[in-house]
């Protein structure tokens, strides 16, 4: 892999720190122009290379150069294969501990060792840390930052809470609240400071017409509770964001989510004595960079988050641009055609007015980059179609356009810029909802009046997947009850997993209707009855009816009591149960087998005895 | 004579994988005036009961094609019957620790190869640098055939039953039958506590009961029921696919798709008889004997640890067929601890027999019981 100098320390020509977007697509470019991946070296601190991008479960926006419409964690192993085909090295849940004047030393948590390398050229892609937020028993166990929330529960699928309140109406508070909502917790809230979205209004509607309310102008005073969250005290802020007397209210939660900005990992770039400055528009301290991404020291170059608060796509386009700098000086090669085109792409990417932020941050620098060009305007819904045609609702200039690109009939456009707001032409549309299971901001519906009742078409990325013919309520764009209806029919997407559910609604309705909520059975009948197997009082029942009636036909089939526990709190319920269905008293019921042991017993404390007893004889 | 509740075509006494799989089975072929009799709940008996291995690697020609039409059945489990059992095609790692045995094993793979199961044979050495896992220290060889593989048992018998009652047939669980009534050396009915049920044949598949059921009608069945002991652990993420068994070793043990680890060994000193109870001897010996083989198993806890009978039959194969003394009455017994995995084709084949008079997808003609009227017996060598 490396060149071992004296010492045991390990030489490469080029390390890259940090295997999120930017990082990658960094050690792509390189290894790729030196044509050998074994001169580049990825070091990261997480147990899978990618960053942030395995803990992402939302299809990403841009275009697809850039994996646009590609969920998050399948870009990243999209990008992981790609350099391990290079043969590029990576060292995983290894920290860079420090850039030396000598060496640059890895700590291996794993195996509790350090190393040492030298490079001739370092691309840091550090990329961010959370900020915090103060308020009154911010310590107490269930305040979470939202990169916690989603690495619990999308990378270890673990659930760190039921009901949440979040903190932040940013793309990602907005974006964790939907994956939480998707995961089967109940977000009662999100608040916010400022007055407005500052996340794309897209991935807001997604979550509102779920019936999460966003409230604006609010913050946090106070988590409540004595050994966890219990809830939380949130209050209306004046315009210098300070609370206002009298308007606090009491949310109850078990969870309270910190979605309230980022900050770059700037600390590796200052031990190469790279310059720092604050430009809070980039997110406060950043390293001093030209637009090749290098630094202030000639040999160290950084990409992505850490060198301003922004998005994967861009992160990428850093990436490969501080890549093919670093490569062309390796080589001696002229990289600069490649070069430019990624110009080109950030270029493009950073014209709407999401990137304005951006753009004045790098013009301190003395970067500038140009604005606007792109399309606002708004089209209007066209009135009550005969036959299934698509409605976009993505009222804001983002740079995105799948929807343009994957329309077969050519539909769609964005106006020439990747930042237009989209509009369908609709002699061409067919209905087809190619672009409803395409477009990230699950912003595409489509509609029909027919004779009796209209259809609207919603994407859906929810379990159970509804079944043909059930009646549901409708729901409108805040979440609002508006109507009863019924499914009609489902399309299933088994590759991409966003489906279209359609809904039959009264005609007049298919402008307001925007998601439908199933009218199922009562909370108490999806509580777990076992709750080492996670076995629910629905799941018992249904079994019951189909005649499965005896205990231990059922615990065997639903392995409940089949736990740890081994049924000594399911036992009665289960048979309460039979009795409650079957009619016959609990007393005459059939308790079942009580197999020992009665608690799991190690097999080494077995083992151990035994042969303590051999010995003995 | 208690009431008449009912008749039907055919009565099949015994809820567990061969009742319920031949329920089934008479219903595809048209018949499906059933009726099966289960004196507890389904799969109460030995299928519920057992490790839930699937293999092919038989000594006999015979029995390598039963098996192997049992796994076709298998493979498309879910599709003709409707329900997922857990089936996985893990593969069965045969260990032999006995310079005899293994030359057995060896001449076993020709045959199994001569019928086209595809089974490898491996040094230690290919064993643990495949299954690095498993300490090989005294293995003489093993065979490993990747179309083995194992099921959830319980899930099976509650497919099977829930196909074979939309089908039409009947299931009648906590329903025991007490006497079968035969008339001019025909089966005409059976009693049972809830009432007599008219019938046109009768066939025992009552398992540990077999003998005592086939009293009913007279006819004596070599069969007798031992205990084998059985227990599992708890859930470790799956990385075991495989059944791992030994004969001269005496164990069995696979991952089941929860993550638990089930095992269990014969014991010689088992008398005859039924009983359920377990014993506290054979924790201490399959634990101490496995933590040797397998040292991951250390760090593990037993869940739970019960019984069930193996019914054995004097050859150590099942006895399967039609009655010569009483017409009408049909026997599939005797599976000497490998009844389930044999269940699809056998419960097929005497679908065949009932209906048709014979059987066509396979010949089950060597397991009738008038084998053991000859002098030689070709005893099955692969049974823990």
Partial sequence: MVDNEAGGRKHVDAIVIGAGPAGLCGAIAIAESIGDGTKVLVVDEGIEPGGQLPKQTHKFFGHEGFYASVRGFEIGKRLVDKAKELGIDFLMQTTLAGIYEDSIVAYDRNSNSVSEYTADYILIATGASERF?????????????????????????????????????????????????????KVKAIVEATSKIGGYMVHANKIMRLGVPILLNHTIISALGEDRVEGAIIAQVDGKFKPIPGTEKEITVDTICLAVGL????????????????????GGYVPVRDENMKT????????????????????????????????????????????????????????????????????????????????????????????????????????????ETSCPTGAINTGGNINGVPQVDYEKCTGCGICVTKCPGLAIFLMQQREEHSIVGIPYEFLPIPEKGSSVKLLDKNGKYVADGQIDRVMINRKEKTHIVFLKVPKGMEGVVRHFEMSTASEESQAYICRCEEVSRNDVEKLIDAGITDYEEIRRVLRIGMGPCGGKTCRSVVLQIISEKTGVPISESRLGAFRPPVIPL??????????????DE | MSEVKGAYNVCIIGGGITGTALAYSLCNLGETSVAVFEKSYLSSGSTGRCGGGIRQQWSTKNNVRLAMRSVELFEHFKEDVGTDIEYYQGGYLMLSYDEEEAKQFEKNVEIQREEGLDVEILTPKQVSERYPYINTKDLVLATFCQKDGHANPHKAVIGY?????????????????????????????????????????????????????????????????????????????????????????NFYMRQAQHGQFIMGQGDKDEKPGINYNVTFKFEKELTVKMVELFPFLRNLRIMRHWSGMYNMSPDAQ?????????????YAV???????????????????????????????????????????????????
């Fill in chain 2, 318 to 330: 099942p006895i399967i067929g039609q009655s010569n003394i009483v017409n009408n009455y049909f």
């Fill in chain 2, 334 to 384: 005797g599976y000497s601890g490998h009844g389930f995995m044999v269940a699809p084709a056998v419960t097929e084949a005497l679908a065949e027999l009932i209906v048709l008079g014979k059987t066509t997808h396979t010949d089950i003609s060597y397991l009738n019981v008038d084998r053991f009227a000859n002098a030689e017996v070709e005893k099955e060598k692969n049974v823990v």
């Fill in chain 2, 161 to 249: 039953a829930q196909a074979a009652r939309r089908m039409g047939a009947k299931i009648y669980t906590h329903t025991e039958v007490l006497g079968i009534d035969v008339q001019n050396g025909k089966v005409v009915g059976v009693d049972t506590n809830q009432g007599y049920f008219k019938c046109d044949a009768v066939v025992n598949a009552s398992g540990p009961w077999s003998k005592q059921v086939s009293q009913l009608v007279g006819v004596d069945l070599p069969t007798e029921s031992y205990r084998h002991q059985i227990f599992v652990t708890e859930p470790l993420e799956n990385f075991f696919p495989m059944m791992a068994i030994s004969f001269a070793g």
């Fill in chain 1, 133 to 185: 937020l103060l308020f009154k028993n911010n310590t107490l166990p269930g305040v979470y930052g939202a990169g916690a929330v989603q690495t619990l529960m999308n990378q270890y699928k673990v659930m760190p809470g039921k009901s949440f309140l979040i903190i932040g109406a940013g793309n990602i508070g907005l974006i964790v609240a939907y994956q939480l909502l998707q995961a089967g917790a």
């Fill in chain 1, 296 to 403: 202030t020291v000639d040999n160290v170059y950084v990409a992505g988050d850490l060198s301003g608060i922004e998005e994967a796509s861009t992160a990428m386009i850093e990436g490969y641009i501080a890549g093919y700098n670093i490569a062309q000086k390796i080589t001696g090669k002229d990289l600069s055609e490649k070069i430019t085109d990624m110009k080109n792409e950030l270029v493009e990417f950073r014209k709407g007015p999401f990137a304005a932020k951006v753009r004045e941050g790098l013009k301190k620098m003395g970067i500038s980059f140009p604005s606007g060009g792109y399309r606002e305007e708004i089209q209007q819904i066209p009135s009550s179609p005969s036959k299934l045609k698509a409605v976009i609702e993505c009222p804001q200039a983002i740079p995105c356009n799948p929807c």
């Fill in chain 1, 602 to 615: 190690p097999i080494d404390a077995i083992v151990r005895y035994a042969k303590g007893v051999d010995t």
């Fill in chain 1, 263 to 282: 900050q770059p990992s700037v600390e590796l770039v200052a031990q190469t004595g790279g310059e720092i400055r604050y430009i809070s528009e980039l």
